[in-house]
């Protein structure tokens, strides 16, 4: 699992081991890191351009001590101060001490940003506040032929939530320290951020409010049918979804629902005939489930249809047409259930649940604080869709999704996320839990089935087996 902390978390983690030498060790890493590139890139560091981009605090001073140990390997660097009269004294020192060009000259600055092998963002770390600041944007557009590492996180990104406030530096590899940052795992900043590595420097940080979960932890939580099992106790799934209007949301919602782990799915929408006709495992007699999917699909009908499902008191995870539904009724239409609820927005659902003029740009803007918004709001686990996909609980646990394609941006592939993750809720995984490894499992069966090239929403969710046996090592 990938543990991100806040700043605050990261500072008193930091404070806590005060004399140790935690930026030695970050700087250790950071120069590895780049002289690996390097030889990657040239063959070998000797010769090699690099350009140093240095602001004002101690992320300045890793890049510029970094600096220094790569001259010592031959590189010819030079370094551009952002605020020469607050540059880190210290790293000042190293690099002078290996005769490298320092500048204060924005226009030597940006030549070298254009023909330089490799560039490191030092401009602004965790201190950062608000967006880039005038003397360093020109770099956020500036063309180049180089690698560009960011120093503990692409200057522009907010550390804490990914937001970017005008512009950032796009950095190939970010070589963070200690734990990673919330902003390099979530849109739009985890889009700056290229590959993360991280340098371990010893911190201690307390529970992780944001986690990315991997493979072997997503595998530890999918059902598995045991000895016992028969196809009650594994779970059956009911799904509302579909209507005259909208058969296919029905169809897809089923073909996610057959693959997420469950005994039996109970088809309770319009077009049952349809359903059956292309999945004949699908039941349609009434009777008890264990969790329900509300809203794919289901146009004029989701207003009945919501409150069926939510009357039961038993999961439920309400997507599409029952989200529009939920956003008119309120948080107060969740009030009395006892029993978790799933909401499934993409950025405009959220948006309209959120109301009060929250555009679906906004939220696409602050993933990580509307989905928190919107989890306390409504009593709810919120798994937000998109670029990054969030889920967050109403305490304000969250988890990022790191699998996914843009190809997932496909008619439908929602309607396919929403039967199998219901599936997960079903067969007895907690709405955060099934939230997590549905949008998982989902994003790496989009990965399989696109193959770097257009797919459909149907063909994501016959490539789930796929996708449940990779992440499963079998
Ligand atoms: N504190 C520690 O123990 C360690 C810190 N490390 C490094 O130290 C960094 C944090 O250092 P600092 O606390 O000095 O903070 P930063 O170096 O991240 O930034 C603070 C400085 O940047 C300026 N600044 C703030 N916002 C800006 C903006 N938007 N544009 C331009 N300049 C801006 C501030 O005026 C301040 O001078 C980390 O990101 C990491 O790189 C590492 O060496 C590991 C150990
Ligand atoms: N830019 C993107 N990158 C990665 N995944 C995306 C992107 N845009 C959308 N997705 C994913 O594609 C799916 C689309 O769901 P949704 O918007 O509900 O579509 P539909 O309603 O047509 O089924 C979601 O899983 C979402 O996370
Ligand atoms: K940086």
Redesign the pocket.
């Known amino acids: 699992m990938r543990e991100a902390h806040t700043v605050a978390q990261v500072r008193a983690a ?1 404070a806590a081991l005060a004399g140790q030498p ?2 030695d060790r ?2 250790a890493g950071l120069a590895a890191t780049c002289a690996r590139l390097l030889a990657r890139r040239r063959g070998r560091v000797y010769g090699a351009r690099v350009l140093v981009l240095a ?8 890049a510029l001590f970094a600096g220094a140990a790569l001259a010592r390997r031959g590189a010819a660097v030079t370094a551009v101060l ?2 020469p009269e ?1 540059a880190h004294p210290g790293a000042l020192a190293a690099l002078r001490a290996t005769g490298s060009q320092l500048t204060a000259d924005q226009d030597v600055g940006l030549a070298d940003f254009r023909r330089a092998d490799l560039i490191l963002d030092g ?11 005038p003397a ?1 944007q020109p770099y956020a557009r500036a063309g180049r032929r180089g690698l560009l590492v960011a ?3 692409p ?1 522009g990104v907010d550390a804490d939530t990914g937001e970017v406030a005008g512009e950032a530096l796009r950095a190939d590899v970010t070589v963070t ?2 734990t990673h940052k919330p902003g390099l795992l979530i849109d739009p900043g985890a889009e700056y951020a290229g590959t993360v590595q991280l340098v371990p ?1 010893g911190l201690r940080p307390p529970a992780a409010p944001v986690q990315a979960l991997q493979h072997a932890d997503v595998a530890a939580l999918l059902p598995r049918p045991g000895a016992e099992s028969d196809k009650y106790r594994r779970g059956v799934l009911g799904v509302l979804a579909g209507s005259e209007r909208y058969p296919g949301a029905a169809l897809l919602a089923v073909a996610g629902a057959l693959h997420g782990g469950v005994g039996a799915v109970r088809y309770q929408g319009r077009p049952g005939e349809e359903v059956v006709r292309r999945h004949p495992e699908v039941l349609l007699t009434p009777g008890r489930v264990q969790a329900w999917v509300v809203g794919p699909g289901s146009g004029d009908e989701a207003p009945g249809a919501l409150a069926d499902a939510l009357a039961d008191e038993v999961p439920v995870l309400v997507d599409a047409d029952g989200l529009t539904e939920l956003a008119r009724l309120g948080p107060g239409a969740l009030a009395g259930r006892a029993a978790p609820t799933l909401l499934t927005p993409h950025t405009g659902e959220a948006a309209r649940l959120l109301g009060g003029g929250v555009t679906a740009q906004q939220v696409a803007g602050a993933r990580l604080h509307r989905a928190r918004e919107l989890a306390e709001r409504y009593g709810a686990v919120v798994l937000l869709k998109g670029s990054t996909t969030v889920v967050a609980r109403p305490d304000g646990a969250v988890r990022v999704n790191p699998t996914g394609t843009a190809w997932l941006a496909t008619a439908g592939s929602g309607d396919v996320l929403a039967g199998f993750t219901g599936a997960l809720l079903a067969a007895g995984l907690g709405a955060f839990d099934a939230a997590s490894a549905g949008a998982y499992l989902h994003g790496v069966a989009g990965r399989i089935a696109a193959a770097d090239a257009p797919v459909t929403a149907g063909e994501v969710a016959q490539a789930l087996p796929a996708a449940w046996r990779e992440v499963c090592g079998v």
């Open positions: 930091e935690l930026m970050a700087v602001g004002s605090g101690d992320n300045g001073g890793d952002l605020a607050r401009i602004v770390g965790i201190g950062g506040r608000g967006g880039l600041r360093a120093v503990d996180l200057s320290f200690g420097i």
